[in-house]
């Protein structure tokens, strides 16, 4: 069979983590190509995984005749860009969340996609963690009864500097509400379908960058449940907490990426272990290139990566009010 030929569109810090070796280790994938502005730090990349082809611009990797999908780890607000292009040259695209800056860009890329014939997902790699299904198995079970609240906190320590694109409105999208709190977003759709209202706060307590550093939002899911996230930039020890309760028990982790589960049901407390791949992105490598080989939509599809983003306008809207 043959293996899908990938391009890395920005080889900066999760590409180097986990994307590259995520590509390398999957039977049906070869990586072929690399691209990033800065020539000394390509070659580097290059030399590490061994990557025989290199490009300084971005639209010389996507026209490259010897690749058939391209990882797009660019900037958010590159990322509209970056997927029509790929659309355009008929390449498949695996695209870093959050998908765009807002949920319009999202609808293009998904247009463009579909009318090129070609496979798009995003980067939501939680879904694939053995607690997230052993979560949505014990949800759909009823064995905790209905589900009353879900919630989410997650922190990152660093405070940026005021020109890092993760903080810079037009670059980022937003702060830790779009960086670290899409990822728990995706997961409480994924878990509890569509939402009907939101109620968000933004605020800047640690630096005073354009975009915000504590991002909480409240939503009531139409299923029912009541969701909670807190996202922090500038506040170190957050646990990286997802919690379910429902009307007869509640199952919690302190530790999404770790797995380990507490479930705790008639005044009994269960522990249970569920491990992620050491490589948190090579499942997802794995299901979007079976996708393309089997002919199937991918895990995480356009649309929800879309999505995700139109929570997050919605709740951006909400806070300027």
Known sequence: MAKIRWGILGCGDIANKRVAEAIQIDPNSELVAACRRDAMLLDEFCRRFAVTKSFTGATELIDSAEIDAVYVATPVHLHRQNVLDAARAGKHVLVEKPMALNGDECDEMITACAEAGVTLSVAYYRRFYPIVQRLRQLIASGQFGKPLSVLAACGNATTFPRDDWRVVKAQGGGGPLMDIGSHRLDLFLDLFGEVSSVKAFTENI????????????????????????????????????????????????????????????????????????????????????????????????????????????????????
Do not use: W
């Open 206 to 321: 640690v630096a005073s960058h354009e975009s915000e550093d504590a991002g909480i939002v409240t939503m009531k899911f139409s299923t029912g449940p009541i969701g909670i996230l807190e996202t922090y930039f500038g506040a170190t020890d957050v646990p990286d907490r997802f919690q379910i309760t429902c009307t007869r028990g509640a199952m919690f982790t302190d530790s999404l990426n770790d797995g380990e589960l507490v479930l705790m049901q008639n005044g009994t407390t269960t522990r249970e272990s569920h491990p992620a791949h050491r490589n948190l992105h090579a499942p997802l490598i794995a299901d979007f290139t079976s996708a393309i080989l089997d002919f199937r939509q991918p895990t995480v599809t356009g649309q929800q990566g879309a999505a995700v983003n139109k929570l997050i306008d919605r709740a951006y809207t909400d806070a300027q009010h």
